[in-house]
T-cell receptor
Framework: GAGVSQSPSNKVTEKGKDVELRCDPI?????LYWYRQSLGQGLEFLIY????????KSGLPSDRFSAERTGGSVSTLTIQRTQQEDSAVYLC??????????????FGQGTRLTVV | TQLLEQSPQFLSIQEGENLTVYCNSS?????LQWYRQEPGEGPVLLVT?????EVKKLKRLTFQFGDARKDSSLHITAAQPGDTGLYLC??????????FGTGTRLKVLA
């Protein structure tokens, strides 16, 4: 697609339920990132996928969070047994990769998750 | 752990005023970017700086990368209401894992 697409745009869920958030990156981009943004705050790194390499999961806040990227394209972030503190906007970004050159991160519009 | 601290966290100014936002770290970054995020949208890239001491200008915005590549600043001249938003710096080192700063929320009043 022309840009990074995230779905759903909004999700309201009950505490304890599982949720899946989807990210469709820009075609051909090898790197994909998930970030979490609490109201008015900066971006908290969650997980990073680069090509076929093992993902960098160092930012996942607990074992209730997991993510996968199928076929090097679409990614799904899953939150199990959601808690109220999981309420935030979840942003996905994708980038191309160049050796030793930082490239532009293109972001989706985010999924606003509200746990009630 | 690489951290990027931004200051100030919040800034509310009148149209026409100048301002500077700072992005600081104890780590060295190979390059650094500035993004602006508007409500309901994802961040959008403003500039990338790669050389220590580099200065880039984008209309009324001036970006500087510190000589030691540990810090950066964003200066806005004659701020306008359209400059309102969340400004984020982002650094990358080695692994291309983008680390974003804590953000500066700017509001420019007409």
């Amino acid at each position: 697609g022309a840009g990074v697409s995230q779905s759903p745009s909004n999700k309201v869920t009950e505490k304890g339920k599982d949720v899946e958030l989807r990210c469709d990156p820009i075609s051909g981009h090898t790197a994909l990132y998930w970030y979490r943004q609490s109201l008015g705050q900066g971006l908290e790194f969650l997980i990073y996928f680069q090509g076929n390499s093992a993902p960098d999961k160092s930012g996942l806040p607990s074992d209730r969070f997991s993510a996968e990227r199928t076929g090097g394209s679409v990614s799904t972030l899953t939150i199990q047994r959601t808690q109220q503190e999981d309420s935030a906007v979840y942003l996905c970004a994708s980038t191309g990769t160049k050796i030793r050159v930082i490239t532009e991160a293109f972001f989706g519009q985010g999924t606003r998750l509200t746990v009630v | 752990t690489q951290l990027l601290e931004q200051s100030p966290q919040f800034l509310s100014i009148q149209e026409g005023e100048n301002l500077t936002v700072y992005c600081n770290s104890s780590s060295v970054f190979s390059s650094l970017q500035w993004y602006r995020q508007e409500p309901g949208e994802g961040p959008v890239l403003l500039v990338t700086v790669v050389t220590g001491g580099e200065v880039k200008k984008l209309k009324r915005l001036t970006f500087q990368f510190g000589d030691a590549r540990k810090d950066s600043s964003l200066h806005i001249t004659a701020a306008q209401p359209g400059d309102t938003g969340l400004y984020l710096c982002a650094g990358a080192a080695g692994t291309y894992k983008y680390i974003f700063g804590t953000g500066t929320r700017l509001k420019v009043l007409a």
